[in-house]
T-cell receptor, first 116, second 117 residues
Framework: GNSVTQMEGPVTLSEEAFLTINCTYT??????LFWYVQYPGEGLQLLLKATKADDKGSNKGFEATYRKETTSFHLEKGSVQVSDSAVYFCALSEFWGGGGADGLTFGKGTHLIIQP | NAGVTQTPKFRVLKTGQSMTLLCAQD?????MYWYRQDPGMGLRLIHYSVGEGTTAKGEVPDGYNVSRLKKQNFLLGLESAAPSQTSVYFCASSEGIAGGINTGELFFGEGSRLTVL
C-alpha cells in the first residue's frame, strides 16, 4: 500500500533560519505529491504540489522538488518567519488513470515552531 | 466564498449517544471525504464518496456511517458513540478527474471537534 513518512517534530527554529522538513513516500503507481499546512484552529490548506518527477512546487517562499529516484518530496524555505508556525503535512495521491478517488495518503504531520 | 462548511464545530456526547456531522460544499465538487485527525496519527480516511448517491469505506470506517443524498452534502453519522471516537473530524472535497488527470487537491473544512465521555 501507499505510505508517507515525515519527521514529526516538533521542529523549533529561530526566525530567519533555513527550514527543511523531510518527506519520503512509498507508492505502487506514479503519485502526485503535496504539502498541506494547518494553522492553529484551522483546517488544512494546500501549500504546494508537484505532479511528475523533477517538478518543483513553490508557494509563499516554500519549495519542494519531486525526486522519483529517492522517492522524496522535502519541503524547504530559506528564511522562516514566526507566521510560518503551523503543522505541515506531506501527502500523496495515487494516479490510477482515472481513479485516485480515495483521497490523499497523509504523513503524520510535522509541528513547526518559529521563535522570534 | 464559503468553500467547505462543517457543522457543528464542537460537540460533547455521552457514550452510546448518536449524532450526525454535516458537511456542505459550494464548489460543485464530485468527490467528498471524511477524515479524522488524532495526535501522532495524522489524518485517516473514514469514508468517501465519488458522487451523489455513492459512498465507500476508507481506512477506518468502523462505527461510522455516511450518506450523500445531494451532491453538495456529505453526512457522517455515529450511531452509538464510543470514547475512541473522540477526535477532530475534517470534511474535504475535490473536483475529481479533470481532463483525465487526477489533480488530487483537496479542499478542507475547518474541522469538528467531538468529545465522547
Amino acid at each position: 500500500g501507499n505510505s508517507v513518512t515525515q519527521m514529526e517534530g516538533p521542529v523549533t527554529l529561530s526566525e530567519e533560519a533555513f527550514l527543511t522538513i523531510n518527506c519520503t513516500y512509498t507508492a505502487t503507481g506514479y503519485p502526485s505529491l503535496f504539502w498541506y499546512v494547518q494553522y492553529p484552529g484551522e483546517g488544512l490548506q494546500l501549500l504546494l504540489k508537484a505532479t511528475k518527477a523533477d517538478d518543483k512546487g513553490s508557494n509563499k517562499g516554500f519549495e519542494a522538488t519531486y525526486r522519483k529516484e529517492t522517492t522524496s518530496f522535502h519541503l524547504e524555505k530559506g528564511s522562516v518567519q514566526v507566521s510560518d508556525s503551523a503543522v505541515y503535512f506531506c501527502a500523496l495521491s495515487e494516479f490510477w488513470g482515472g481513479g485516485g478517488a480515495d483521497g490523499l495518503t497523509f504523513g503524520k504531520g510535522t509541528h513547526l515552531i518559529i521563535q522570534p | 466564498n464559503a468553500g467547505v462548511t462543517q457543522t457543528p464545530k464542537f460537540r460533547v456526547l455521552k457514550t452510546g449517544q448518536s449524532m450526525t456531522l454535516l458537511c456542505a460544499q459550494d464548489m460543485n465538487h464530485e468527490y467528498m471525504y471524511w477524515y479524522r485527525q488524532d495526535p501522532g496519527m495524522g489524518l485517516r480516511l473514514i469514508h468517501y464518496s465519488v458522487g451523489e448517491g455513492t459512498t465507500a469505506k476508507g481506512e477506518v470506517p468502523d462505527g461510522y456511517n455516511v450518506s450523500r443524498l445531494k451532491k453538495q452534502n456529505f453526512l457522517l453519522g455515529l450511531e452509538s458513540a464510543a470514547p475512541s471516537q473522540t477526535s477532530v473530524y475534517f470534511c474535504a472535497s475535490s473536483e475529481g478527474i479533470a481532463g483525465g488527470i487526477n489533480t488530487g487537491e483537496l479542499f478542507f473544512g475547518e474541522g469538528s471537534r467531538l468529545t465522547v465521555l
